[in-house]
């Protein structure tokens, strides 16, 4: 059987009007023509990196081993926050340093963070001063997810990351800690949130209180919110 090609997953919150996300992708494979594309999303709403991480821990277990993971919703770029790489058992992920990938590593085991460095392996011809201070999807992360999926060793283009352990972000009942809080609503209106199973017995939004759980959509009461757990638990 013949090797597959490596897979780039993105998830961003540059939409479809715009040409950012093909611009990237025109950058990684003209470094790597042989790079697979899988697009998380590109509708994560502008700047709410909470969402984005929601919506990459929902999904990454699901991918093939070394799928690299490329997550950019950036309210920092252009500034000095650090990018930096994951890897854990199975994946790489490229984030910025904005806890974009809490959810993931709060769960991970065994995971190795460090911080991606701009090398003259990245830039080739370019000079530092070329890097747009808007586009380091284009400029920093294309071409080094290009890298990693060409096996450029990780250590190379990186160094020792000295960063905090992310904390747990899903709320249950060992966790009464962690603040409850609305992640995502989804394109059929369901409110999605850190709340971990059947753990309460309602949840106050607005002075509504919603107390009135249901076992699928169809047993769902007309005009009246009620509770489910999701497919992300």
């Not at 609503?185 to 509504?208: L, M, P």
Request: with cysteine; glycine share 6%.
């Amino acid at each position: 059987m013949s090797r597959l090609s490596p897979l780039v997953a993105l998830l961003t919150d540059f939409g479809s009007r715009d040409h950012y996300v093909s611009t990237m992708k025109a950058v990684m494979l003209s470094s790597n023509p042989a790079i697979r594309f899988i697009d998380i999303s590109h509708e994560v709403t502008s700047q709410n990196v909470r969402e984005a991480g929601y919506l990459l821990w929902a999904s990454y277990k699901y991918f093939p081993a070394k799928t690299i993971f490329v997550g950019i919703v950036d309210p920092g770029v252009g500034t000095n926050r650090k990018i930096i790489i994951a890897r854990t058992k199975k994946y790489f992920f490229l984030a910025p340093d904005n806890g974009l990938l809490d959810f993931v590593l709060s769960e991970e085991e065994n995971v190795e963070v460090r911080e991606f460095f701009i090398s003259k392996n990245l830039l080739g011809e370019k000079k530092i001063g070329d890097i747009s201070s808007t586009f380091h999807g284009r400029d920093i992360f294309a071409p080094a997810a290009a890298l990693l999926s060409k096996g450029k060793d990780w250590k190379r283009i990186s160094r020792r990351a000295y960063l905090e352990s992310p904390k747990r972000k899903l709320y249950d009942s060992s966790h009464r800690n962690v603040r409850p809080a609305i992640l995502h609503i989804d394109k059929f209106g369901n409110i999605i949130t850190n709340i971990y199973g059947r753990c309460v017995t309602g949840i106050a939004i607005d002075r509504n209180r919603i107390n009135t759980w249901m076992s699928n959509y169809q047993s769902a009461l007309s005009n009246k919110p009620c509770l489910i757990v999701g497919s992300s638990g």
